[in-house]
């Protein structure tokens, strides 16, 4: 099931590329991941003879890029600043290319909210939702909303800050929970079915994976540690698959995504995906998905980490 036909590479020298910046690691709560999927893609880039090297974190990107030192930007940050549009913008104004989306897509995706807002407006599906302001009284946020529900920081990831409450007493905990972390609260309609998550390369979106996590829940154990989740990739039969990718697609073109983004739904048991969130520089360990949703097109890590680069080049993404 592969009928996105993904051309050649373009550029076939290393060369071409110069010296790149792998920037990783940062002040996030995803730092230890981002070092994980850091040191992966510098493997792989050096590997197809790129003279890439590892920076860690945004200030000493600035210290690297003012001694003239890279000629582009391959961000492998996991949120905070690498992915909210802070570090686009500073490349902007350096006038260093770099990998993925630039400063709106970076920022609308980083912020759950404000990426549902969006969604919604063009008729994408996502589960219903509160933004919950300080003080609010929650028990009567989920009396409007419904129970069970999701309870989440707006701007986190890996599953950081995320509650399921199936009953009103659990509420305030879950509330506190998610208040540990800045940004905004989100109160989202709990979607009972199966999780999928699909990569979306260059606009055009790659094979869904279904996770099947051992436990109740893909949380951040499942997510890094387990070696018991199963992924199934592709996830869907072709009717289905065909429209999730649809989606995907839609869904990364509405948040202006560029270069390369992965996008998580949930499939409810009635067969409607729900859209959760998109992920501009997702995870490149070697439990990630992306990597996994793009070899089932054939394109292998090293492959995926090349294009990935070739879009920072003159000429580009095509979206
Ligand atoms: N509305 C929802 N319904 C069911 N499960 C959800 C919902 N929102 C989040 N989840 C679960 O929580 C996990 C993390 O949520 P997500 O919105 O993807 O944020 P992040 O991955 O950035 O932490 C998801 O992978 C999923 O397992
Ligand atoms: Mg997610």
Redesign the pocket.
Known sequence: MNTTVFPPPRITDPASFGRVAVLMGGASSEREVSLDSGRNVLNALRARGVAADGVDGLPNLMRELQGGHFSRVFNILHGGAGESGVLQGMLEVLGVPYTGSGVLGSALSLD?IRAKQVWLTLGLPT?RYLRLAKGQDVHRAAAELGLPL?I?PSL?????G?SRVYTDANLEAAVELAARYPGELLM????EGD?YTIGVLDGRALASIRIVPAGE??DYHAKYVAEDTQYICPGLDPPGETEARDQAERAFAALDLRGWARV?F?RDRQGRNWL??ANTAPGMTSHSLMPKSAAAFGIDFEELCWRILEMTMPGGAST
Do not use: A
């Open positions: 759950k589960p999701i989440k986190e990831g890996s599953s950081v995320v989202e309609q709990l979607i999780e829940y893909y998580d949930m959760l969130e």
